[in-house]
């Protein structure tokens, strides 16, 4: 995981927000997605993007619920999902979008 933390550009998100009970056992890769999106280092790539927690007590499944820049909304359900999967899956929406990064693909 620590290759992923580095790895997060949140340049063309504008809202992420983490749902959870944290007393169920199926949360562990939400809160790892959280850690890693919430880190200093994440937060720099934009420091207008708004990383949301809404910690539930309802036995609720964790969801990812991501608002991008250009008004698309990825939804992601983590419980079946490993970090390094929901990790990934906002990085290849991320990149789709970034102009810079696909001018950089193409060198």
């Not at 290759?3 to 997060?8: F, I, L, Q, T, Y």
């Not at 939400?30 to 720099?44: C, D, H, P, Q, Y």
């Not at 696909?102 to 060198?107: E, R, V």
């Amino acid at each position: 995981m620590a290759a992923s933390r580095g790895a997060v550009v949140l340049k063309t998100v504008k809202k992420i927000i983490v749902q959870f009970c944290p007393f169920e056992s199926n949360v562990r890769s939400t809160r790892e997605f959280l850690i890693v999106v919430g880190s200093e280092k994440a937060r720099a790539t934009n420091m207008n993007c708004e990383v949301i927690t809404e910690v539930k007590h309802n036995r609720s499944e964790p969801t990812i619920d991501i608002t991008f820049l250009d008004g698309e909304r990825l939804l992601m359900k983590g419980s079946k999902l490993t970090t390094q999967e929901l990790l990934s899956a906002l990085q290849t929406r991320c990149s789709a979008k970034d102009p810079q990064a696909k001018a950089g693909d193409k060198k």
